[in-house]
Structure formats: structure tokens, C-alpha cells
């Protein structure tokens, strides 16, 4: 039971940095782009999360299309996983960046950003790795990941293996009919041979 506890906080710690990483991305595009062009807090938050959601999934969506999964149930497999965890992650994130005094004002040149910045996304990760794993436990959230990973793998494996067997069936039966053909040919020659002789007798 230790172990089984141990593998699904391991687990849990992987998909919660897995999705710290398409969130972060999200989260430093979305601000700078935001900070730059001079928006308010509202429309920046607001690009923010939605880079972050978009980055997220995409990460996702690209491991287990990776694994043999299709379009459909790439997609499926990456909203099943990381709604709900990079839902948590933004709301402790950007309620961390409203609640530190003066971040939402910073630069991209001013020290302030970057350190708000890294501080929630730390704290976000905090609080949505005992997240993830209540919904690992449950065979819900980067379970479903898994589950469909795993899956995606044994097709694929499946088909290659249909496939061997096939080719080797193929060269097998190519083997088998070229001596006889052979055997053919040696008849006919045969009896060509022996009505020639006759002939000559």
C-alpha cells in the first residue's frame, strides 16, 4: 500500500510539473504580451489564463499523440487531464499576483514581474500537486493520461506485431512455392528429354 501511495504522489508531482510547464509558458507570454501592449489588469489576467489553458493542453495533447492516440482521443485525453489542474493553478496564480502590491503594475524590465511571477507559479504548484493527486487516486485527472497512454502503446505494438506476422507469412509461402515451381520445371524437362530420345531411336 506504501508503494502504491508513493507512485501516485510521484505521479501526481510529474502531472502537476507537466502542467506548471504549459501554464508557466502560458503565464510569461500572456503578461508580457499584455504588459506591453499596456493592458489593464483584467485583460491581461484574462490572456494569461487562456495562453496558459492553451499550453497546457497542448503539451498534453502532443504526449499522448505521441503514443498512437488519435486527433479525437488526444484531445479527449487532455481536457479529461489538465482542466480541472490548470484551473486550480491559475486561479492560486493570478489571486497570488493580485494579492502582492504593485505586481500587476510591473515591467518586463522591473525585478518585481519576474519575482511575483515565480512566487505564484511556486505557490500554484504547491497547492495543486495534493490536487491532482486526490484525482489520480480517484482514476480521474493525468490517470485518464495513463490509462490511454498505455493503451495507445499496446495498439501500436499490436499492429506491429499483426504486421510481422504477416510479412513472415508472406515470405513463407513465397519459400514453399518456389521448389515446387522448380519441381515443375524439372518434370517438364524430363519428359522432354525422354520423347526427345525416342525420337532419336
Not at 2 to 21: N, V, Y
Not at 102 to 115: E, H, Q, T
Not at 133 to 152: P, Q
Amino acid at each position: 500500500m506504501a508503494i502504491d501511495m508513493d507512485q501516485t504522489w510521484r505521479t501526481a508531482i510529474t502531472a502537476t510539473r507537466h502542467c506548471l510547464t504549459g501554464c508557466a509558458i502560458g503565464e510569461v507570454l500572456g503578461m508580457a504580451l499584455a504588459t506591453w501592449w499596456g493592458w489593464s489588469d483584467l485583460p491581461s489576467i484574462a490572456l494569461a489564463v487562456a495562453l496558459a489553458f492553451f499550453f497546457g493542453y497542448l503539451l498534453t495533447y502532443w504526449s499522448v499523440r505521441r503514443a498512437g492516440l488519435s486527433v479525437r482521443d488526444a484531445v479527449r485525453a487532455a481536457l479529461a487531464a489538465d482542466t480541472v489542474s490548470i484551473l486550480v493553478m491559475e486561479v492560486v496564480d493570478n489571486g497570488f499576483l493580485l494579492a502582492w502590491p504593485g505586481a500587476m503594475d510591473a515591467m518586463l524590465s522591473d525585478w518585481l514581474f519576474w519575482a511575483a511571477l515565480a512566487m505564484a507559479l511556486a505557490v500554484a504548484f504547491v497547492v495543486t500537486v495534493p490536487v491532482n493527486h486526490a484525482l489520480i487516486a480517484r482514476g480521474r485527472g493525468h490517470a485518464v493520461v495513463h490509462a490511454m497512454h498505455h493503451e495507445g502503446h499496446e495498439g501500436h505494438e499490436g499492429h506491429e506485431v499483426s504486421a510481422g506476422s504477416t510479412t513472415e507469412a508472406d515470405s513463407t509461402t513465397e519459400a514453399g512455392s518456389t521448389p515446387g515451381h522448380s519441381n515443375d520445371e524439372s518434370h517438364d524437362q524430363g519428359r522432354s528429354g525422354g520423347t526427345g530420345h525416342q525420337h532419336h531411336g
